[in-house]
């Protein structure tokens, strides 16, 4: 009989593996690879079939002029994709990277690997990228919340490139990270992109980069009829934010001519005119903005000027202690007997007897008249 035990792991990944925490994985089923990538930016690619590493990738860093730190997540490789419709090519790229430092890296990942090409989308850098099923899109985000579509059908194919691929379209899509992408395909040849940010909203745009709609919003849209998107209208929260849309891409819009022949109908001018639409069109503006907290201002009085105040009321002085040694004996036993015959109230405070001793409690006047025996006992010695 033969007895076969399963492996609950790989054995080069218990002693070649990771030493760092795991951010992406992603896989290839034409070439069965696995790609892995780590926080100290180490790309490790597996072979499906054995479970033996099949090579390592780490980038430098690509620029020696900015400062780089691996501890504080500038070596991370946050996202990996594989350009699986390249086939078993040996000569093309086959794997893009998002990292380290935010740059965007095709990998060729046969003879030991080799970077083919690297750029930075933007000023923030990368932190996201998807690729559309056929893999002649590629898109990026940033922490800014802008989205850059690029053409890469033919690119980093028989060499590497020094130059990006060719930008197909540039907008911002969200006010904060981005922190999901997926192309989704729609009827036909037709394919959306779905993207979510930490600023709480889920979008969805066209391949070239037309804005749809946020999901959540009153108005509906239908993915069958285009003249149910917002475009060529921008998400009124992104309209809201200081960093605006630029001028020239305000301007390429004004120039298309979908925008022209809408603008010129009066009964779509509600939903052209940027301006009238966000502060007429109720109902559509997102909770999340709507009660978004305002930016801190220190205008205004401070704190304690808010304070209530009170006015002083003048308080006599208090009198001053008397010095004991300068006190004479005499006078202030009599000032006890005085006190003690001439006060009329015969209240004295509770007696606690003493434990284990039977005593018998006075009378009030008793215990007066003892006191007044006391004093003239003590006047007779001290004379």
């Known amino acids: 009989a033969v007895v076969s035990t399963q492996s609950t792991g790989w054995v080069d990944d218990e002693r070649r593996g990771h030493t760092e925490d795991i951010l992406a994985v992603t896989a290839n089923s034409t070439t069965n690879h696995l790609a892995t990538s780590s926080y100290d930016g180490e790309i490790i690619i597996w072979s499906l079939v054995s479970g033996h590493i099949f090579c390592r990738l780490k980038a430098p860093p690509p620029d020696p002029k900015k400062p780089f730190d691996p501890m504080e997540g500038d070596a991370a490789v946050n996202t990996l994709v594989f350009l699986s419709a390249r086939g078993t090519t040996r000569r093309a790229a086959t794997l893009v990277a998002c990292g380290p430092a935010g740059y965007i890296h095709f990998w060729n990942i046969y003879k030991g690997g080799k970077v083919m090409s690297n750029f930075i989308p933007s000023p923030e850098g990368a932190n996201l990228i998807a690729v559309n099923s056929n893999n002649t899109v590629l898109a990026s985000g940033d922490t800014a919340g802008n989205v850059k579509l690029y053409n890469v059908s033919g690119y980093c194919t028989e060499g590497t490139e020094r130059a990006p691929p060719p930008l197909l379209s540039q907008f911002r899509a969200h006010t904060s990270t981005i922190k999901c992408f997926e192309f989704v395909s729609g009827l036909g ?140 004996p005499l006078s202030i036993l009599d000032a006890v007997e005085i006190e003690s015959v001439a006060s009329e109230d015969l209240s004295l405070k509770p007696f606690t007897p003493k434990l284990g001793v039977k005593t018998r409690r ?11 025996n006391g004093a003239s006992a003590l006047k007779s010695n001290y004379k």
């Open 189 to 328: 040849q037709s394919e959306f992109l779905l993207s979510g940010s930490d600023d709480c909203s889920v979008r969805l745009w066209t391949g070239k980069g037309h804005y749809i709609g946020t999901l959540g919003q009153t108005t509906r849209w239908d993915i069958e009829d285009s003249e149910t998107y917002a475009h060529p209208r921008v998400p009124r929260d992104v309209l809201a934010e200081p960093i605006d849309i630029p001028e020239k891409v305000r301007q390429s819009i004004d120039a298309t001519p979908d925008f022209k022949e809408s603008r010129n109908s009066k009964s779509d001018l509600h939903d052209v005119d940027l301006d009238m639409d966000y502060q007429e069109q109720e109902g559509t503006r997102l909770r999340h903005v709507k009660h978004k907290p305002g930016p801190k201002t220190h205008e205004g009085p401070a704190v304690y000027h808010s304070l209530p105040c009170f006015e002083l009321t003048d308080v006599p002085p208090s009198r001053n202690a008397p010095v004991i040694g300068s006190l004479d």
């Open 362 to 372: 006075s009378s009030p006047m008793t215990s007066k008249l003892k006191v007044l």
